[in-house]
């Protein structure tokens, strides 16, 4: 099958096939996802927890994600391989340019993802004239976890939802190429969905996005400590890891997955 891409990924917004994303950090669960028939994979900055053992996402360095970005994409993949730009790599333009440029051309990245609001427009519309995929990432912003103070739902009440509605234009108006919205009210997810051009894929964000990703461990069942409420293990019932991640892509494009109990 051809390789997914920004092109396909905006045909199945408009087609109203949800876009089923996934983690993946290493060669032999990457192949597992891609045949299984997920459209997108990221090597998340997660991987500093899941991988590396640490209770954030911030010590994750570009060279980490671009070895395992490598691994992910040393053979070839029908999906999409998105690679996130870890905490600080996207500072000012210049810096988000070298390191973008560095995750696509020693990682194998065709798209990169930073987390940001109206503030990283610039660099942004920087990528995107020079030619990078964007994927924007919204809502709970675990990069920035610590002026957060918890993984908490974002845009709940109406300013706040204003604001990310605001901040979406503005990234999409930029050139991002996909947004990604994480830990918001179902509501808003939906609504992102409908008023944005760009396909929005969500993570604890309901079902009425155009997309859902969840981190490998979590579908897994084996996240160390406590999952997040978002989160659904696969893996029981499914028997082994193949069909735990068939069943998760089969149910996102069913839309029975994300379902109340996993929303907010
Ligand atoms: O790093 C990550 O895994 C993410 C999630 C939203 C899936 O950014
Ligand atoms: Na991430």
């Known amino acids: 099958a051809p390789s997914v891409n920004v092109t396909r990924l905006l045909q199945m917004k408009a087609a109203g096939e949800v876009i089923a994303c996934l983690t993946a950090y290493d060669h032999s669960l990457a192949c597992v996802v891609d045949e299984a028939g997920v459209d997108v994979i990221l090597v998340g900055d997660t991987l500093g927890m899941v991988i590396q053992g640490h209770e954030t996402t911030l010590s994750v360095s570009v060279d980490d994600v671009i070895y395992h970005t490598r691994c992910v994409a040393a053979a070839h993949r029908r999906a999409l391989i998105m690679a996130d730009m870890p905490f600080m790599s996207y500072l000012d333009e210049a810096t988000a340019l070298r390191n973008a440029g560095r995750l696509m051309q020693e990682g194998g990245a065709r798209m990169v993802k930073l987390e940001g609001t109206a503030d990283q427009v610039s660099i942004v519309a920087a990528l995107a004239r020079a030619g990078v995929p964007v994927c924007a990432h919204l809502g709970l912003l675990p990069q920035r976890i610590h002026k957060l103070g918890g993984y908490k739902v974002q845009g709940r009440d ?28 179902a509501a808003l997810g939906e609504r992102l969905a409908h008023e944005l051009r760009i396909p929005v894929i969500g993570i604890g964000a309901g079902s009425g996005c155009d997309g859902q990703i969840l981190v490998l461990q979590d579908l897994l069942g084996i996240t160390p400590g406590r999952p997040p409420r978002f989160a659904k293990d696969f893996m029981t019932g499914a028997g ?18 994300p379902d109340e109990e996993h929303c907010f």
């Open 158 to 185: 109406r300013t706040s939802a204003h604001a990310m509605i605001d901040d979406a234009h503005a990234l999409e108006a930029a050139g991002a190429d996909l947004l990604l919205v994480e830990c918001i009210p």
């Open 240 to 257: 082994n890891v193949q069909t735990a991640v068939q069943e998760y892509v089969a149910a996102v494009k069913a839309r029975r997955f």
